[in-house]
């Protein structure tokens, strides 16, 4: 079908009905293409599994709004969401180069287990402004208007052999998380605490999302904060070589891998922060917030 027949057709309110939505329908381009490896892989609870995107754009950033984000989502079935993992585009978006980076799939300690089954991992781009998606060059299926099956992921049934997570007393109880990005989350409750993993082997990998608040809160006010600079914490562990320190606010990656040596398989994480925020309403104090625990066994 020539393309004036086919606008005729759909601009018909009798001939219209008898062309398929498909035909009708402005087919944008694809801004990139892109590849995602493994293909395949088992998420664990409570484990984290890393995955390869490979975008290689077609088309300027600035096509892509003013805010380009990639959503990604675990999918129990087209449109049920339990999972999201989204983040914004990182830099290096330019036609004719190659942007790769890793992606973190997480079981997070902290929440509760999926259910074991097969789930599907699918993504795709937008502008989080104004929510428009974009047109992906892929080997996925489309199972949504631009979103991509990816991935498959398998979720095993859980059993005994995981590693322990014991709190210091100075945490508070672990509170639902906002989205199904953070699906739970815990506070530090005060400028001091640890926490112990027991379990591991030698080569194990600890990933840590910790927020260090910025005083905004709604409800929290800085009770100490003595560093001019901002807000710190200070991480010992004998899972590090040395003290990691945590600037600024907002979220921080934190990655401690089990060195030969360790007692027990024991790796002991110590927290010390340079403020405590007051709760307005309530005689509770807030530090650190975990928004996310998990491991990976050495391969």
């Given at each position: 079908m020539n393309r004036s027949l086919r606008v005729a057709l759909c601009l018909s309110g009798v001939l219209g009905a008898l062309v398929s939505a498909a035909a009708?329908?402005?087919q944008d381009p694809p801004v990139a293409e892109l590849a995602v490896t493994p293909p395949s892989l088992t998420l664990a609870y409570p484990e984290?599994?890393?995955l390869e995107l490979v975008f290689k754009p077609k088309t300027d950033r600035e096509t892509l709004g003013r805010s380009p984000t990639v959503f990604v989502h675990l999918l129990?079935?087209?449109?049920?969401?339990?999972?999201?993992?989204?983040?914004p585009l990182p830099d290096g978006?330019?036609?004719?180069?190659?942007?790769?980076?890793?992606?973190?799939?997480?079981q997070s300690a902290i929440g509760e287990a999926l259910p074991a089954g097969e789930y599907t991992l699918s993504l795709g781009v937008y502008d989080a402004d104004d929510r428009r998606r974009f047109a992906l060059s892929t080997k996925g299926k489309e199972i949504d208007r631009h979103e991509y099956a990816v991935a498959s992921v398998r979720v095993p049934e859980a059993t005994g052999a995981i590693p322990r997570f014991e709190f210091s007393s100075t945490w508070l109880p672990t509170?639902?998380?906002?989205?199904?990005?953070i699906v739970a989350s815990r506070w530090l409750g005060d400028a001091e605490g640890s926490l112990r993993v027991t379990g591991l082997t030698v080569g194990s990998r600890l990933h840590l999302m910790l927020r260090l608040p910025s005083g905004s809160e709604p409800g929290l006010?800085?009770?100490r904060l003595p560093d001019a600079q901002g807000p710190a914490?200070?991480?010992?562990?004998n899972c590090?070589?040395?003290?990691?320190?945590?600037?600024?606010?907002?979220v921080h990656a934190v990655e401690l891998v089990v060195p030969p040596g360790v007692a027990d398989g024991a790796c002991e994480i110590g927290l010390h922060a340079n403020f405590v925020l007051a709760s307005e309403r309530a005689a509770v104090r807030y530090a650190v917030l975990l928004e996310s625990l998990a491991w990976q066994s050495p391969r």
């Open positions: 009708c329908r402005r984290f599994r890393d129990s079935a087209p449109g049920d969401v339990l999972r999201t993992f989204d983040h978006w330019k036609p004719g180069e190659t942007l790769r980076y890793p992606l973190r799939l997480v509170q639902a998380g906002s989205d199904q990005q006010r800085f009770e914490l200070a991480i010992r562990s590090s070589p040395e003290e990691l320190v945590l600037t600024g606010p907002g």
